[in-house]
């Protein structure tokens, strides 16, 4: 199968890039009428007409969460000169997680300041287009059929008119945008929402408010994919192709884990989807090692300085021996669990 392609490589990215897979998704597709009347798709508002975005996010009952002791996906992490409040987030979510735990509000707002991965708010959309055509589209006169078989290129077709994305628009782009184009697209027809995701409700929350500090960035996520092959990139769009249909289940799953704070479960889910190979072995430094070491670092020298600081990550690089909980352990923090 090849370097990546047994692995359930769509989930991973999810657990630990989940903040691309929200800029991406809050990306619209509009449907237009050309001047014969024809209907078209682009991704530009129509001139002169008011655009219809095809995607539509569920909207469901709020419930309560209990706010029992060591129940939560939400840690305190003290040296003695500063304090960490680190939450596991939930990138896509839904109305049933809010309102949150009495806990996390009240820690959120004695904090002085939130971190997050990327500030997914404050990014300017022209900047943004620019840096995605940058890494994420074909510029050398190639399109995205010419990469892919026969085979995989109808299924893709297949599985995007089903999402309502129209396969033209997918042309251009490089088969890891494609997938994670297609996952956000996915999991909204799932129930699962951008804006109902703990970075966007945090961030609203601290807009104005609140000093907003960013671990890597946008950019600098973007740029992690410029480190795939063709290949590499090929299987992970295949694998999406393959599991996308299966996904409802895998996505509660996580939601459930992370409602009871069951950090062995997400550790769990996070091992299913990198399997033992050489080729895991180097995507899980990539995405995963290198950057909890990075992340800890920075969130260390944060607190060496005091202060309270209310920290939201992505609740895969939390958990585990590497994970960014044991990091601080090793730094001498006290690690405890709400």
Partial sequence: MGMLGRHKIIKVFYLLLGLL??????AEVYRCKDGNGATRFQDQPCEGLAPVAIRSSSVAKQ????????????????SGKGTLYLLGSIHFGTAEMYPLPMVMTSMFNKSDALVVEADILSVDPVQMAQLVASKAMYLDGSNLQQHLSEKTWIRLRDVSVEL??????????????VSMTLTALALNKMGFSEEKGIDAHFLSLAKDKKKIVELEGLAWQLALFDQLSTEEQVLMLEETLREIANGKAFFDK??????????????????????????????????????NKSMTDKLHAMADRGGSYFVVIGAGHLPGEEGILALLQQRGYQVDQF
Avoid: C
């Fill in 63 to 78: 419930s309560l969460e209990s706010d029992s002791p060591g129940s939560h996906f939400f840690w305190q992490a003290s």
């Fill in 254 to 291: 996580m939601l459930g884990y992370w409602r009871t704070g069951d950090k062995q479960g997400i550790q769990d889910l996070f091992k299913e989807g990198m399997l033992e190979s050489p080729g895991s072995e180097r995507l899980n430094k990539l995405i995963m090692t290198d950057r």
């Fill in 21 to 26: 897979f929200v800029s991406l998704a809050q």
């Fill in 164 to 177: 309502g994305m129209p396969v033209e628009l997918l042309s251009m782009q490089k088969p890891w945008f």
